[in-house]
C-alpha cells in the first residue's frame, strides 16, 4: 500500500509541474519563459558534450579519435537527414563498434 501511495504522489506531482505553467501563463507567456524555451535545449546539450569528452586525453590515438569520429558522424547525420533519433542510435552504435573491435 505505501508503494502505490508513494506512486500516486509522484505521478500527482508530475502532472501538476506539467500542467501547472498552462495554468499559470493562461493569457500570455512572458517573454523570459518564452526565451528560456528557446535557448535552453541548446545549453543543454552543450553541457552533456563538454561532460561526455572531458576526460579525453590527445596523447594516444585510441582515446580520442573514436570519439572524434563519433562527433563527425552526428554533424554529418545531423546536417543530411535532420533527425535526432537517427543521429543519436548511428553514432552511438558506431562509436561502440569502434570501441570494443578497432580500438
Same mark, same amino acid.
Given at each position: 500500500?505505501?508503494?502505490?501511495?508513494?506512486?500516486?504522489?509522484?505521478?500527482?506531482?508530475?502532472?501538476?509541474?506539467?500542467?501547472?505553467?498552462f495554468v499559470i501563463f493562461k493569457e500570455k507567456t512572458p517573454d523570459f519563459v518564452m526565451y528560456l524555451?528557446?535557448? /535552453?535545449?541548446?545549453? =543543454?546539450?552543450?553541457?552533456?558534450?563538454? &561532460?561526455?569528452?572531458?576526460? !579525453?586525453?590527445?596523447?594516444?590515438?585510441?582515446?580520442?579519435?573514436?570519439?572524434l569520429i563519433a562527433i563527425l558522424t552526428t554533424i554529418a547525420l545531423q546536417k543530411w537527414k535532420h533527425?535526432?533519433? /537517427?543521429?543519436?542510435? =548511428?553514432?552511438?552504435?558506431?562509436?561502440? &563498434?569502434?570501441?570494443?573491435? !578497432?580500438?
Amino acid at each position: 500500500m505505501h508503494s502505490y501511495l508513494l506512486i500516486l504522489v509522484m505521478a500527482m506531482t508530475t502532472i501538476l509541474i506539467r500542467f501547472l505553467p498552462f495554468v499559470i501563463f493562461k493569457e500570455k507567456t512572458p517573454d523570459f519563459v518564452m526565451y528560456l524555451g528557446k535557448h /535552453l535545449p541548446y545549453c =543543454a546539450m552543450a553541457m552533456l558534450v563538454v &561532460f561526455c569528452l572531458k576526460d !579525453i586525453s590527445l596523447r594516444s590515438i585510441s582515446s580520442f579519435v573514436p570519439e572524434l569520429i563519433a562527433i563527425l558522424t552526428t554533424i554529418a547525420l545531423q546536417k543530411w537527414k535532420h533527425n535526432t533519433t /537517427l543521429s543519436i542510435v =548511428a553514432t552511438t552504435l558506431i562509436y561502440m &563498434f569502434l570501441v570494443q573491435k !578497432i580500438f
